[in-house]
């Protein structure tokens, strides 16, 4: 068989198969009587099998290697294989977002493009001070990448930092709240704590939704940080967390607050008052525990509150009966 048809057969072209040839990689058996190359059938099966270890991302040598040296085996060789693709992968998934990124940010002109990415380098800089200004001044740009803010901020643990990320996060708008919520999903809790604590800073029914999810978390943390920002918005169901934190004197002078902030409703007010009622009469907790779910109570107002401490100021505990008695005279004299 004559090079122009094993060409057409194989899909290889001629110029290439004289290469291979030139290397050693094939060999031709024959030679027509006008002096052509002729290839055989085993020739042929030999090309396909340089072109299948080629498709594999095989050097010629070791293609060659592979083919002919009885001792080499291609355990090794496809492992380092297997790493040196999953690192390309990775490079072009890398450039792949970036430029889902820039081109989300409608660039109108190439100063907008080197702007977004410029913005993009800045924020995954090395140095904290970079990554604080590239967060600050994100707001300003043409069309801020929010992707790249959330990836920035579920990420970032310089404080400053984050807090900067977080106030770029919240002028973005509503996409904010949807990206989060991947992080909430996180393995990791301090991904997740990241993801709350941004949510805090956005408003709207959709990251206060979010947040009621995390009371839900495995993490403690994640769950007072949700529960002290659902607690200012108004939103009864903190409430037993925020009642933990006081009684494990976990902030609980802020848990307080937000008791109280809750109580600013009738209807939520009688919830929270039963419920401190309730965990007082817990004859497991100790002194300095039921004191500060007494002093919660200075923070409720109504009558429902009030005859709460009414009852208290007979309390077995003395220091629970001087707090109740105290926040009561500091109500009448109100």
């Not at 009622?277 to 497991?284: E, I």
């Amino acid at each position: 068989m004559l090079i122009g048809e094993v060409a057409r057969r194989s899909g290889v072209s001629p110029r290439m198969l004289r290469h291979y040839e030139s290397l050693g990689l094939v060999r031709t058996t024959g030679r027509t009587t006008a002096g052509y190359r002729a290839y055989t059938e085993e020739d042929i099966r030999r090309i396909f099998h340089v072109e299948s270890l080629r498709s594999l991302g095989l050097s010629l040598r070791d293609v060659g290697r592979a083919l002919d040296d009885p001792g080499f085996t291609p355990a090794g060789l496809v492992a380092d294989l297997a790493r040196r693709t999953r690192e390309r992968i990775a490079r072009e998934t890398e450039l792949l977002t970036r430029l889902r990124r820039i081109d989300a940010a409608e660039p109108a002109d190439w100063q907008d493009v080197l702007q977004v990415v410029a913005l993009l380098r800045n924020l995954r800089s090395g140095d904290a001070g970079m990554r604080q200004r590239a967060a600050l001044s994100s707001v300003d740009a043409a069309q801020v990448p929010v992707e790249a803010l959330v990836e920035a901020v579920l990420s970032e643990a310089d404080p400053h930092v984050a807090g900067a990320l977080r106030w770029a996060l919240a002028q973005t708008g509503e996409r904010g709240p949807e990206l989060l919520a991947a992080g909430l999903e996180s393995a990791s809790p301090e991904v997740r704590g990241r993801a709350v604590r941004c949510l805090a800073e956005i408003p709207g029914d959709r990251a206060t939704a979010l947040l009621r999810d995390a009371l839900g978390d495995a993490d403690t943390a994640v769950r007072r940080t949700a529960a002290l920002e659902l607690g200012a918005r108004g939103v009864a169901a903190a409430v037993p967390e925020l009642l933990g934190m006081v009684v494990e004197e976990a902030n609980d002078v802020d848990a307080a607050d937000a008791l109280g902030t809750l109580a600013g409703d009738a209807a939520v007010a009688d919830r929270v008052v039963t419920a401190l009622a309730g965990r007082l009469a817990d004859g497991a907790l100790d002194s300095s525990a039921r004191r500060r779910l007494t002093q919660a109570l200075a923070e409720i107002p109504g009558r429902a509150a009030s005859k709460t401490l009414t009852s208290l100021t007979g309390d077995r505990d003395r220091t629970v009966a001087l707090t109740a008695t105290y926040i009561l005279e500091l109500r009448d004299s109100g």
